[in-house]
């Protein structure tokens, strides 16, 4: 009798133990890897999607988008006046020959004929060149320090393709400072150099001058 209840209560042990090892997960205890979750001490994937947002912005020359996406202080105003700054004014339109003045009359000659008119160069060339997609990295995000008017936060480099009509296309890369202010928000932009490049970070040494 006494060896039947030992052996029942070492049965019960051993399904205790079994119980508690698959209940962990098979990760050894160490419960679920949240590595890869976003906090906020690792926001690169809020400040990637709002350095593209605004590159985009600017690209299209979306100027109230752009001044909805800058800091306040960056903005200098209200987003309607950061706007209207950036906007440039409406070309006039070409008068039509009939719209001309009536007055003006072409030289004549001896003869009674007039000089033929002088060719216009032509002003229908695109005004802006095109872009590509505006791409983004986390390896390059870094936190970049307080310089000169600039509060401390994190650096972005975007990079979009710059292509004029019958040229080779070429890489614009371009360095954005982000601060929270109640969502990210950029402060400061700046284009990267040649030189920058070859300085360990080239957001860093492009935000901050070294």
């Known amino acids: 009798m006494n060896r039947t209840t030992s052996t029942a209560a070492a049965a019960a042990v051993l399904l205790a133990v079994v119980t508690g090892c698959s209940s962990d997960g098979g990760d050894g205890g160490k419960g679920p890897d949240r590595s890869t979750e976003k906090t906020a001490e690792n926001p690169v994937e809020d400040i990637l999607a709002a350095a593209r947002s605004y590159q985009e912005a600017a690209n299209a020359r979306d100027w109230r988008a752009v001044c909805e996406l800058r800091t306040e202080r960056f903005r200098d105003g209200t987003v309607q006046q950061c706007a209207a700054r950036n906007t440039p004014p409406a070309k006039p339109a070409t008068p039509s020959p009939e719209a001309s003045s009536p007055s003006f009359e072409p030289p004549r000659y001896a003869d009674g004929s007039t000089p033929e008119p002088r060719a216009k160069p032509s002003t229908g060339g695109p005004e802006y060149a095109e872009t590509g997609p505006v791409t983004a990295a986390a390896p390059d ?19 979009y393709t710059v292509t004029w009509p019958g040229k080779p296309s070429t890489t614009s890369l371009r360095a954005l400072r982000l601060v929270d202010e109640g969502g990210w928000k950029v402060d ?8 920058d490049m070859g300085r360990g970070s080239p957001v860093l040494a492009a935000l901050t001058g070294g």
């Open 141 to 159: 995000v870094v936190q970049v320090p307080a310089a000169e008017d600039h509060p401390a936060g994190w650096g972005a480099l975007v990079s």
């Open 188 to 195: 400061q932009q700046e284009d990267v150099q040649d030189g």
